[in-house]
């Protein structure tokens, strides 16, 4: 996810399935790639791991997932990819996390800083918006699933923190340490999950009363999440639904 509201959510749900599972299968391949560096081992290498624990909980397929290990450890040539944060500030001061992974730093400070400035934000230095987001496991579950009341004990027992059931969507947070632990419950319990990685959570938001300022701040989004280098953007932003429903019409 890429923001924390409704609005954002729904957006999300409105992409074409294919192309999501596509974008998901690449970032997490890269991700696979660069902890494979460290050894191909899953046992002894606990990045490989979590990187093998949110490919199966996305259903990647094996040949995927095997192909990214040898490209990672050299068996199929070396791959270099370099691991690069960027940060900035939407319309608005809303605060954005663009984390990449690239073979080409100069290719992307350069997509990215076009995104910012093209869509009324802007660039900013090592440190600056960092300090305002944690990592936290991250899960969404919709469906027959999508029950508070059947998945409290099961979430709450397993690690997670955090647990809200809205519109037939089920949003779960927990520590990192027990993102293995949950995704292999679901796994268990048949809970298939919409959404399942590590991501940086905002610690406070900025509330977007501005149809203007959200058209905005969604098209910056929706730019860098484009970009091939580009594996996440997280930016700390809420929008009013009144707001939201007017940028989708103008949109449509």
Known sequence: MSGHSKWANIKHKKEAADKVKGKAFSRIG????????????????????????AAKAVNMPNANIERAIKKGSGELGNVVYEEIVYEGYAAGGVAVIVDCLTDNKNRSISEVRQAFERNGGNLAGSGAVARMFRRQAH????????????????????????????????????????????????????IPTEEAEV???????????????ASQVLRLVDRMEEL????MVTANYEIDDSIADKVNSEEE
């Open 30 to 53: 890269k991700e696979i790639m660069v902890a494979a560096k460290n050894g191909s081992d899953p046992n002894s290498n606990p990045r490989l791991r979590a990187a093998l624990t």
């Open 199 to 213: 991501i940086r959570r905002a610690d406070m938001t900025v509330n977007i009363t501005d149809d203007k300022v």
């Open 139 to 190: 899960f969404i579950i919709t469906g027959e699933w999508a029950d508070e009341e059947k998945l409290m004990d099961i979430v709450l027992d397993a690690g997670a923190d955090d647990l809200t059931v809205e519109d037939g969507e089920a949003e779960i947070w927990a520590d990192p340490s027990a993102f293995e632990t949950l995704v292999n419950l679901f796994a268990e319990k048949n």
């Open 228 to 231: 091939d280098d580009v594996q």
